[in-house]
T-cell receptor, first 116, second 111 residues
């Protein structure tokens, strides 16, 4: 069964460093998403992406964040200058969006980002 | 802005019991509602999606209902098993293309 994959599973970085989190969405899906979950808190929406541009973003997704689909399969989230509070599990998701009412999102296993 | 609440935060039941998990949402103009399972330190597994035009959706021992007028959804698990132990999350669209999650119900099924 097709699934969303993410790499790496765990990333440790120093504050101020840039990180790139990578995702391979399900191959025939058209919408891509990033969410994050800080330990012990709710899963929060960051950004959605369609047709090579950002579709929606939350207030969390500030200028330090960017997304890209560099080729036909990968979808990346870049954090330019990491802060301690960026430590979280980052989930990539994808959906086909047959219609607004049928937009089942499928999630990857997550990348745990630890900022020291 | 959509807000999603799940009660209880934790639930412990003996194996074999039927149980209901609750989810409430503030914006009744939702397109759909999705239920997920999350195992500790793992990703989110989609269990069921109920479209706004549906009232129920079934998958195996799981049955989810949606009542837009009351702003509620329930996930019914029949004949619970220890392998069902996990955190169950519900999520409704904050808009067409983003999900707003509840904080989850941590379920423990005791053998």
């Amino acid at each position: 069964e097709p699934e969303v994959t993410q790499t790496p599973s765990h990333q440790v970085t120093q504050m101020g460093q840039e990180v790139i989190l990578r995702c391979v969405p399900i191959s025939n899906h058209l919408y891509f998403y990033w969410y994050r979950q800080i330990l012990g808190q709710k899963v929060e929406f960051l950004v959605s992406f369609y047709n090579n541009e950002i579709s929606e973003k939350s207030e969390i997704f500030d200028d330090q964040f960017s997304v890209e689909r560099p080729d036909g399969s990968n979808f990346t989230l870049k954090i330019r200058s990491t802060k301690l509070e960026d430590s979280a599990m980052y989930f990539c998701a994808s959906s086909y969006l047959m219609s607004y009412s049928y937009n089942e999102q499928f999630f990857g296993p997550g990348t745990r980002l630890t900022v020291l | 802005k959509q807000e999603v609440t799940q009660i209880p935060a934790a639930l412990s039941v003996p194996e074999g019991e039927n149980l209901v998990l609750n989810c409430s949402f503030t914006d009744s103009a939702i397109y759909n509602l999705q239920w997920f399972r999350q195992d500790p330190g793992k990703g989110l597994t989609s269990l069921l999606l109920i479209q706004s035009s549906q009232r129920e959706q079934t998958s195996g021992r799981l049955n989810a209902s949606l009542d837009k007028s009351s702003g509620r959804s329930t996930l019914y698990i029949a004949a619970s098993q220890p392998g069902d132990s996990a955190t169950y999350l519900c999520a409704g669209p904050g808009s067409a293309r983003q999900l707003t999650f509840g904080s989850g119900t941590q379920l423990t099924v005791l053998p």
